[in-house]
């Protein structure tokens, strides 16, 4: 995915551990996060979901989740859809995530910073 995402012109950060994540997070100020749940073989994603909405400084960013775990996010759907949180279920197109970005950057209002993609 990262290096998909790349090759589309997005500047990617890849942090393949839950831990540090919500701290360098915060430190960078993504202008999108795209996560799993499932992190470090731990369900990691939700409680990295709650420390982004939680803080103030985090919660404006967008949230795009990527995951397996269907049911599960099925059973929250109203929580995450009132955060803002979008998602797509495992698995998915390359490009179902490319027009989930575009849709989460035109309802967010940001050009997504270092992206050399257009229209």
């Not at 996060?33 to 420390?51: R, S, Y």
């Not at 027009?99 to 910073?113: E, I």
Request: overall charge negative; glycine content about 6%.
């Amino acid at each position: 995915m990262t290096e998909f995402l790349s090759d589309e012109g997005y500047d990617v950060i890849s942090l393949a551990k839950h831990q540090g994540a919500f701290e360098k997070i915060k430190e960078l100020r993504p202008d999108i996060v795209v996560c799993d749940l499932i992190m470090d073989n731990m369900p990691a994603g939700w409680a990295l979901l709650d420390m982004l909405h939680l803080d103030p400084e985090t919660r404006p960013i967008p949230v795009v989740l990527c995951t397996a775990a269907t049911r599960q996010v099925q059973e929250v759907a109203p929580s995450l859809l009132s955060k803002g949180i979008q998602w797509l279920e495992k698995p998915f197109e390359l490009e179902a995530l490319l027009k989930m970005l575009d849709t989460v950057q035109n309802s967010s209002g940001n050009q997504l910073r270092g992206s050399t993609k257009t229209g």
